[in-house]
């Protein structure tokens, strides 16, 4: 890679895979969408150096579907890294993990650049929570690399997107964790899945994006409602003065047959 070329990462999210490939959620076979995704990034994405993967990897915390993801990232031949969503079972996880390609570290430095991986995965709940852990973690890696720029990647939006039923179940120690981030200014971007849906926000000087889900979109209303728009991912270019790019691509082929009249998940 050319000396100055940024770092392009891929954010995967919201997978929901079960053990059998022909099941659906919602009316949409996770599988099959997934792999329309895993299709156009082949086809789209030239180079890659990494892939992150922002929670609910599996809709059964089946070792199967863990698996399936595994092997199906293996062909880009790049590092994968996760975190747990609230429907994944962070015990499986670390049962089949690492496997293939995908690691399980939980940072990773690349250059002056610096990913921070948190667990917001609360047990038995659908809403996010840090454990005490989890924020000594966070501020444990942000003191290590002062001069690097951060990204921090976990499942839970740690704020509201705009959408009541979602946001009640977003992260729900969301303060303190903004309270941290505000001690280290070298904080330069969140990740984080959970919303089903196309987020970009600055928040506190600090760049927050939110991903398509690779199955079933959210509509942004205060009901629980499926839109009928494609699944994608997020591509990401790290640049080394610290600026990024990133944009969202979906696959304009696709569109599962979703059941829409869900009235939630
Ligand atoms: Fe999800």
């Not at 792999?35 to 150096?49: M, P, S």
């Not at 889900?213 to 205060?222: G, R, V, W």
């Not at 991912?233 to 640049?239: F, G, H, V």
Request: with cysteine; aromatic share 10%.
């Amino acid at each position: 890679m050319n000396k100055k070329a940024p770092f392009r990462l891929i954010q995967l999210s919201d997978i929901h895979l079960f053990a059998d490939a022909e099941r659906e959620l919602l009316g949409v076979k996770t599988e099959e969408s997934f792999q329309a995704v895993i299709d156009l990034l082949h086809r789209d994405e030239k180079h890659i150096d990494i892939i992150l993967l922002s929670g609910d990897i599996s809709q059964d915390n089946s070792h199967e579907a863990y698996v399936r993801v595994a092997r199906a990232l293996e062909s880009f031949r790049v590092p994968v890294y996760c975190v747990p969503g609230n429907h994944d079972d962070p015990r499986v996880m670390a049962k089949v993990y690492p496997l293939a390609t995908i690691s399980s570290e939980r940072h990773i430095v690349l250059k002056n650049w610096h990913i921070i991986l948190l667990n917001s995965h609360k047990t038995n709940s659908v809403e996010g929570f840090f454990e005490e852990s989890e924020l000594v973690y966070l501020q444990h890696c942000l003191q290590k690399y002062p001069e690097h720029h951060a990204i921090v990647m976990f499942h839970h939006q740690p704020f509201p997107v705009g959408s009541k039923w979602l946001d009640n179940l977003g992260l729900q120690n969301a303060d303190e964790f903004w309270r941290i981030l505000q001690q280290y200014p070298q904080v330069n971007t969140v990740l984080f899945g959970h919303v089903h849906q196309e987020v970009a926000k600055l928040l506190h000087h600090v760049k927050c994006y939110a991903v398509p889900s690779t199955c079933i979109q959210f509509k942004c209303q205060d009901e629980f409602s499926l839109e009928n728009i494609p699944p994608g991912y997020r591509w990401i270019d790290l640049y080394e003065d610290g600026h990024i790019e990133t944009a969202v691509r979906r696959v304009a082929e696709y569109v599962g047959m979703f059941d829409a009249e869900a009235k939630g998940y």
